[in-house]
């Protein structure tokens, strides 16, 4: 499950990316973005990409690399609500980045810290 998670979330930010590369901000007339922005989506998206498709990196790399992203996502949502005169001045990150960042953050530790099914026991 953590692999399609990587592929669709890193599909969609990659997506993103790209998307607020060549339309005007805000994005969809809703979300504050600049280059440093998307730079950082495509960067989110690739490193989820890559964890979902490279097999040297072992089965449990999207899983991980889910765990990674969360957390920092995590971080991001604390100080775009604590913060964001700040993390506007950064990255153009406005509330509705914010509650989105704070939605890839809890879905992404979900799916990172869920309990693969191989490893769940039945009595």
Do not use: C, E
Not at 110 to 120: A, N
Request: aromatic content about 10%.
């Amino acid at each position: 499950m953590a692999r399609q998670f990587a592929i669709v979330f890193g599909a969609v930010y990659v997506l993103v990316g790209i998307l607020g590369l060549i339309l005007p901000s805000p994005l969809l007339g809703i979300f504050g973005v600049n280059l440093l922005h998307d730079i950082v989506h495509l960067a989110i998206g690739g490193l989820w990409l890559f964890a979902a498709f490279a097999a040297p990196m072992g089965p449990d790399s999207a899983r991980k690399t889910s765990q990674l992203i969360g957390i920092v996502y995590l971080l991001v949502a604390i100080l775009g609500f604590a913060l964001p005169d700040l993390m506007n001045q950064l990255l153009v990150i406005n509330m509705a980045d914010n509650f989105l960042h704070l939605g890839t953050a809890v879905l992404a530790l979900y799916i990172g810290f869920m309990r693969p099914k191989s490893s769940v026991t039945t009595a």
